[in-house]
């Protein structure tokens, strides 16, 4: 019978750390917060970073980390740390992600990676387990932008990434982003005083959902980031002359959405006109004055492009904005481009690498190093410590939808991988020769 049981638990490796019961259950409570109406768990979410829902999920979260014996603070971009203290006067090991969600969203991007952490810090208080490093929670303010076209906010405020004007920006409801900084209780003065000052971190840490499909079609249980893509956003405004759609002949038309929907075909023509896995997306148009029997007379869509090498990205630009000349020039039309947000690239540290393997083999779990097609504020923090990411497989590789999905013992298995890198690093980091 005891070698029975010793064989059982062998095949099914060694026990986890974390409690992956608790871990589901704290995933299924933060999922109430911006919970469609008479929707469940797998309905999704419309979180998005600012709202009513994000402020009380905030709370919440909050008070969950209190009651995890953590130290909890506030800084001025509207960041969520909670705190561990450590042994020794060290700089400290962060890691986190973020809780806010893109309209219609799911329950697994961002919230893996905040409630994988908080799982962390569960575990660690229960095994009663000390480390050299203080270890630190960060919940990141708006990290999917839905607000002011500025995603990774509250990391790029942290990285001192952000620019002053950005607090005037408006979002569509004509809010800036410093009345929302109040909202949170902040004053949007000293936004600057969240920059994190260099040194103050040894690493960071972040676990993802992939939001890809490459883990879960080859079956592995983990993926090792080896980058994370630098994302480009600009607004384009095409404007024409809004006239009368049954007295205009075709002839003497300035149509803002025909040279709109021209300008989309040309950012996939351009996009695809060299090999790669760079990506181009338009994903709105805003026509006005939006009615059947008007011509369009302004259309605001944007363009996001992304690739792992910024030059690439912007070799690409030229080639879009000569495009975009020529069919501003066929269409009468004036369309007009301005960037919004440029996230560079970053590479993951190679020993955080093979660190993040390392505590994937041990805890018997099988890993692929991959590259992140999807931002995270990883990329911002990168400019301040060496930084890791670990991913765990995403059902059907479906993401930024309700239909988002990752298994309970993939989640539980990311956070047993962070639990364990992290010791590694306070093994690691800071020894003496
Ligand atoms: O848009 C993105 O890549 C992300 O999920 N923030
Ligand atoms: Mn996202
Ligand atoms: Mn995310």
Redo the contacts with the bound molecule.
């Keep these: 019978m005891v070698l029975l049981a010793s064989l059982l638990a062998f095949a099914q490796g060694p026990a986890r750390h974390v409690n992956q019961q608790r871990l589901w259950a704290t995933l299924e409570k933060l999922s109430e917060f911006g919970r469609p109406a008479g929707a469940g768990f797998e309905g999704g979410v419309t979180r998005v970073g600012f709202s009513e829902e994000d402020l009380a999920a905030r709370g919440w979260l909050m008070q969950q980390m209190r009651e995890a014996g953590l130290e909890v603070r506030v800084d001025p971009a509207g960041n969520i740390f909670g705190k561990r203290a450590g042994s020794e006067k060290f700089p400290t090991i962060l890691f986190g992600s973020?809780i806010d969600?893109?309209p219609r969203?799911g329950n697994f991007?961002?919230d893996v990676g905040s409630l994988g952490a908080l799982e962390v810090m569960r575990a660690l208080r229960d095994g009663k387990i000390a480390t050299r490093h203080p270890l630190e929670i960060v919940i990141w303010t708006n990290?999917?932008g839905h607000h002011f076209g500025r995603g990774l906010l509250g990391s790029s405020a942290a990285a001192g990434l952000l620019s002053a004007d950005v607090l005037e920006r408006r979002d569509e409801e004509g809010k800036t982003l410093a009345d929302w900084l109040r909202r949170y209780g902040q004053d949007p003065a000293r936004l600057a005083d969240a920059r994190i000052a260099p040194g103050a971190l040894a690493a960071y840490l972040e676990l993802h959902i992939e939001?890809g499909g490459v883990l879960d079609e080859s079956k592995i249980q983990i993926g090792v980031v080896q980058g994370i893509v630098g994302i480009h956003w600009w607004t384009c405004t095409a404007s024409g002359f809004a006239n009368h759609a049954g007295t205009t002949p075709m002839n003497r038309r300035q149509d803002a959405l025909a040279a709109a929907a021209r300008a989309a075909l040309a950012v996939r023509e351009e996009v695809r006109a060299e090999s790669g896995r760079q990506v181009g997306t338009i994903g709105y148009v805003r026509v006005e004055p939006g009615a059947r029997n008007i011509i369009p007379g302004r259309v605001e869509f944007p363009v996001e492009l992304r690739d792992l090498d910024a030059a690439k990205v912007l070799r690409i630009w030229a080639r879009i904005e000569k495009r975009f000349a020529e069919i501003a020039k066929e269409e009468n039309v004036k369309l007009d481009c301005v960037p919004l947000q440029a996230d560079e690239p970053a590479l993951t540290d190679t020993a955080i690498q093979n660190d993040i393997r390392a505590a994937a083999r041990a805890a018997g779990y099988s890993t692929l190093d991959l590259p992140s097609g999807?931002?995270h504020d990883a990329q911002q923090i990168a400019k301040l410590a060496p930084i890791g990411m670990i991913f765990v497989p995403s059902r059907g590789g479906i993401?930024?939808s309700p239909r988002e999905y990752s298994a309970p013992a993939d989640v539980a298995n990311g956070a047993e991988v962070l639990y364990r890198t992290i010791l590694l690093l306070d093994e690691r980091l800071n020894r003496k020769p």
Aim: proline letters at 0%.
């Design positions: 973020h969600s893109v969203g991007d961002g990290e999917e939001q999807a931002g993401s930024h």
